[in-house]
Nanobody
């Protein structure tokens, strides 16, 4: 099973940018789907972006389309989330997640589709 460790969170003003990283150790090429989730206080954990690691096809929830970009390095050891034009409602703890081997989630943004998680990194956007 992989170990996922997020970094890159912080505090920014609205309209600013941050780039999150997720170091993936123990990754195998059978882990096809990785994703970024976030959880704000009092809210459910929600998916924001997912990627098919085999070809790089990306999927985004409507609230972040055009602002966030999910990507991976060529070695597939690091997952990224570039976040631009940040809004106060983007404030949350951000988590990276991995689906189980050989599995294609039926819903990329449903937390129950993923079985490995990082510890999270805080993103705070001030208005």
């Amino acid at each position: 099973q992989e170990t996922l460790v997020e970094s890159g969170g912080g505090s920014v003003q609205a309209g600013g940018s941050l780039k999150l990283s997720c170091s993936v150790s123990g990754y195998t090429y059978s882990n096809y789907y990785l994703a970024w989730f976030r959880q704000a206080p009092g809210n459910e954990r929600e998916g924001v972006a997912a990627i098919d690691t085999r070809g790089g096809t990306a999927y985004y929830t409507d609230s972040v389309k055009g602002r966030f970009t999910i990507s991976q390095d060529n070695a597939k050891t690091t997952l990224y989330l570039q976040m631009n034009d940040l809004k106060p409602e983007d404030t949350a703890i951000y988590y990276c997640a991995s689906a189980r081997p050989y599995y294609r989630p039926k819903n990329f943004f449903e937390k129950y589709e993923y079985n490995s998680w990082g510890q999270g990194t805080q993103v705070t956007v001030a208005s």
